[in-house]
């Protein structure tokens, strides 16, 4: 473990010397790891990093702030998967809509997804939401069964149902 400083603040950080041509940093879970090549010497890579130091010290502090990922427990999977079980007996009869297939998954970029086979994905992050977000993404999920775009007309069919569905939608964000 090397250590720079800037200002008052002491960064600490790892140096992976690998057979690469330039020196690059990488910030992981908090972690400095400088990949550096093979040859280079380390008074070499400590003069780079510490031209990084404000950069690094602005960064880390960021990532110190952004709030951490709560873990998914079994109990809240269940819990997850029932309150989306219920949803859907709720409102696939209510729109007269049928998914063929409903998974829980975790899945990075939206909280549900739907494809064209009607396939209903549903994030297992979820699990953290309350019932009624989790109530929400099911609705939107079937609503799209309707109507595959966001237009007004899709809008309006989430709002049918769900009448305060934009204060659940902001505990999305
Ligand atoms: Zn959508």
């Known amino acids: ?5 800037y200002g008052d603040k002491k960064i600490t950080y790892k140096i992976q010397k690998k057979k690469i041509k330039n020196l690059y940093i990488q910030i992981k879970n908090g972690e400095v ?11 070499n890579i400590q003069e780079i990093v510490q ?9 880390l502090e960021k990532e110190q ?5 709560e873990p998914i427990t079994p ?7 029932s309150t989306v079980q219920m949803a859907i007996k709720k409102y696939a009869n209510y729109l007269k809509v049928y998914p063929n297939k409903i998974r829980i998954k975790d899945i990075k970029y939206a909280w549900g997804s739907c494809s ?8 297992a992050k979820l699990a953290n939401k309350s019932k009624e977000a989790i109530e929400y993404v099911v609705l939107h999920e079937l609503c799209h069964l309707k109507e595959m775009n966001h237009s007004t007309k899709f809008w309006n069919l989430v709002e049918y149902c769900m009448s305060d569905y934009k204060i659940y939608r902001k505990e999305l964000r």
């Open 51 to 59: 031209k990084k130091a404000k950069w690094l010290k602005e960064t």
């Open 75 to 81: 109990q809240k999977l269940e819990n997850l998967k």
């Open 116 to 123: 064209s086979n009607r396939n209903i994905t549903i994030n």
């Open 65 to 69: 702030q952004k709030p951490k990922e």
């Open 33 to 43: 790891i400088v990949k550096a090549p093979n040859k280079m010497k380390e008074k």
């Open 1 to 5: 473990m090397e250590i720079i400083q």
